[in-house]
Nanobody, 124 residues
Framework: QVQLVESGGGLVQAGGSLRLSCVAS????????MGWFRQAPGKEREFVAAVAWDTLYADSVQGRFTISRDNTKNTVYLQMNSLKPEDTAAYYCALGRTGWRTSRIRNRDEYAYWGQGTQVTVSS
């Protein structure tokens, strides 16, 4: 059974940094897209970044966040720099579904498995 476990969230001041980690277990992930999404209170879950053979970012985090993966550890990371109060949200790790398509990796429907989330709070 596939499980995703996130860690690394917390409270940070604006301009600070955090690194999120997501460890996957229960399957083979090397050729599957992994992504990060976030959800703020009262808002829909939105795409943040994804990594397959290349990386893709939401415009709002481009240049500040970096996604990476270590396939030997089944782990995906999200390095978040220059954090802003509007980055405050619960951050979720996701694993692509069978047959995922590169053209749609911003879409939540391309992901079959989700972690429980880790809270990131950025104070002004």
């Amino acid at each position: 059974q596939v499980q995703l476990v996130e860690s690394g969230g917390g409270l940070v001041q604006a301009g600070g940094s955090l690194r999120l980690s997501c460890v996957a277990s229960g399957g083979a992930f090397m050729n599957t897209v992994m992504g990060w999404f976030r959800q703020a209170p009262g808002k829909e879950r939105e795409f943040v970044a994804a990594v397959a053979w290349d990386t893709l970012y939401a415009d709002s985090v481009q240049g500040r966040f970096t996604i990476s993966r270590d396939n030997t550890k089944n782990t995906v990371y999200l390095q978040m720099n220059s954090l802003k109060p509007e980055d405050t949200a619960a951050y979720y790790c996701a694993l692509g579904r069978t047959g995922w398509r590169t053209s749609r990796i911003r879409n939540r429907d391309e992901y079959a498995y989700w972690g429980q989330g880790t809270q990131v709070t950025v104070s002004s």
